[in-house]
């Protein structure tokens, strides 16, 4: 999906809104709100729990403007920060025009994606994603059962192809107020939890750093592991890796630090030219149960 052509100033009939993504961990919400907005404003991983923080992204076109919310996974907690994304998901979809519930078509619907719609308790519009790959057949018999669910509309998309999605994009648009943009029309990404400039840039080269560590160590490390920004002097940035044990330290620094090396390439192509990158790796146990750590981390 090509991103649509932005707007040359709201006219009469000019609608706006908020669209918070819900749904189970790892179904795809990120990767859909990003093919939605044109570009990368939240991070993916094919492991759950990727995204940890509040997100929007915003979607500009002539016809109306569309303020995506990306939500962490809704999921059975186990840890303190696990409660506490849980926490931050349900908020997110308070108040908001609408609410997208996102299913995974390939992992098939589940007890408990219901229990996850029942949590979330809006039915607006429900999204089958991920069907690519996945036969008519099933996809209709996933849509029949979704059908019971009480949702006003369903849409089966593949956000990795992009199939469906800009049907997916119309009908949000024709489902918010009408009213004036609630950005400038050349804001692609926004961090809803209230940092702004600077601050926002760090929190975003640290989640690209987590975003590499998932991709290069694959099964190898959980996803217990968190990125800060401990030192910014632009081009320099320095950033901490948090792990909970010291087996995870090896894993994240590799062999004669190769891990390191390809995460801090990886980075930098993502960043403006000229941007140096340092990693270090401290283990902070449990830091995941520890109330003071997630406050450090803006959890």
């Known amino acids: 999906m090509t991103k649509p052509r932005t707007v040359g100033g709201p006219g009469p009939g000019f609608r706006s809104g ?4 819900a749904g189970r961990a790892n179904v795809g919400k990120s990767t859909l709100v990003n093919v939605m907005v044109g570009q990368k404003v939240s991070i993916v991983s094919d492991k759950p729990q990727t995204t940890r923080n509040v997100v929007r992204g ?25 409660r506490q994304l849980n926490r931050t998901a349900l908020g997110a979809v308070t108040g908001v025009d609408v609410v997208v519930f996102v299913v995974d078509g390939k992992a098939g619907v589940g007890r ?12 607006d519009i429900c999204v089958l994603n991920k069907v690519d790959g996945v036969s008519r057949v099933a996809v209709m018999r ?16 593949s956000a990795r192809t992009g199939a469906g999605v800009d049907d997916l994009v119309n009908a949000l648009v024709n489902r918010v107020p009408e009213g004036p943009a609630l950005y400038p029309d050349d804001v692609a990404r ?3 939890a209230g940092t702004a400039g600077e601050a926002d840039e760090q929190e975003w080269v640290a989640e690209l750093v987590r975003e590499q560590l998932l991709a290069i160590t694959h099964d190898e490390l959980p996803y217990s592991i968190a990125c800060r920004v401990t030192e910014w002097e632009w081009p320099y940035v320095r950033c901490e890796i948090l792990v909970e044990r010291d087996s995870q330290k090896g ?30 790796v401290r283990v902070a146990r449990d830091w995941q149960q520890r109330p003071e750590m997630l406050k450090q981390l803006g959890i």
């Open 18 to 21: 908020i669209v918070a993504i």
């Open 58 to 82: 915003v979607l500009s076109l002539n016809e109306g403007q569309l303020v995506f919310v990306d939500t962490p996974g809704l999921h059975k907690p186990r840890t303190l920060l696990g």
């Open 112 to 123: 408990g994606d219901r229990f996850v719609a029942d949590e979330v308790g809006r039915r």
């Open 142 to 157: 996933q849509l029949k059962e979704l059908g019971e669910w009480g949702f006003d509309e369903y849409f089966a998309v």
């Open 190 to 192: 926004d961090k809803a």
């Open 251 to 280: 894993i994240v620094i590799g062999q004669g630090g190769e891990v390191l090396k390809r995460v801090g390439s990886a980075v930098r192509a993502q960043l403006p030219p000229g941007a140096y990158i340092e990693l270090t």
